[in-house]
Nanobody, 123 residues
């Protein structure tokens, strides 16, 4: 079975830092892209950061320079390092797996497998 389990969320002050982790297993693909997506309260889910098949990274403009996505394939773990957090970063954060990369990976409906999410609250 496919499992993606996020951890590391919590409450932090504006300007603070958090690192989210996503332990994944059972992915039935040999080559895939992964992303972090978030859903702010009362808003739609949106892509935040993507790591491509070649391990290149892309970010939505709102988090560039503040968030870093990385993956440790040996540990089957995806990370999102977040610094200089803002109140507008408050959301439930999800890691997800997709076969669709590049521009298509910004669309939440491109993702086949999802974690259950971890809450990040910045105040």
């Amino acid at each position: 079975d496919v499992q993606l389990v996020e951890s590391g969320g919590g409450s932090v002050q504006v300007g603070g830092s958090l690192t989210l982790s996503c332990q994944y297993s059972g992915i039935p693909y040999t080559s895939f892209c992964m992303g972090w997506l978030r859903q702010p309260p009362g808003k739609e889910r949106e892509g935040v950061a993507i790591i491509e098949r070649d391990d290149s990274m892309n970010y939505v403009d709102a988090v560039k320079g503040r968030f870093t996505i990385s993956k440790d394939s040996a540990k089957s773990t995806l990370y999102l390092h977040m610094k200089n957090l803002k109140a507008e970063d408050t959301a439930t954060y999800y890691c997800a797996v997709t076969l669709f990369c590049r521009e298509r990976a910004w669309q939440p409906d491109a993702y086949r497998y999802w974690g259950t999410g971890t809450q990040v609250t910045v105040s």
